[in-house]
């Protein structure tokens, strides 16, 4: 059974900072990508990082370039999603979600978390 498992989200202040983790078990994990997403409240959700297990490449939206950072642990089937510099405007609930390799990060995402939330205060 495919699992993902958000956790570290909490309340911040504005400029602090939040580690997030994912750990993924039941599938094998360098076969896919896996994506963040977060929705805020009466917003769509949108993509927020990915990361291929397999080679380690990244990807990140403008609006969190230079301000986030993804890893991944293979030896713990785990993702981070380092947040720096925190804006009251990433407040939002954070999904890690599978995005097989060769489909794009946001576009074939099967398999997601429960969700974490994160809450940047001004």
């Known amino acids: 059974e495919v699992q993902l498992v958000e956790s570290g989200g909490g309340l911040v202040q504005a400029g602090g900072s939040l580690r997030l983790s994912c750990a993924a078990s039941?599938?094998?994990?360098?076969?896919?990508?896996i994506a963040w997403f977060r929705q805020a409240p009466g917003k769509e959700r949108e993509g927020v990082s990915c990361?291929?297990?397999?080679?380690?490449?990244?990807y990140y939206l403008p609006f969190v370039k230079g301000r986030f950072t993804i890893s991944s642990d293979k030896a713990k089937n785990t993702v981070y999603l380092q947040m720096n510099s925190l804006k009251p405007e990433d407040t939002a609930v954070y999904y890690c979600?599978?995005?097989?390799?060769?489909?794009?990060?946001?576009?074939?995402?099967?398999?997601w978390g429960q969700g974490t939330q994160v809450t940047v205060s001004s």
């Open positions: 979600a599978t995005a097989p390799l060769g489909y794009g990060c946001f576009n074939k995402n099967d398999y």
């Open positions: 039941g599938f094998t994990f360098d076969d896919y990508a």
């Open positions: 990361i291929s297990s397999r080679d380690g490449s990244t």
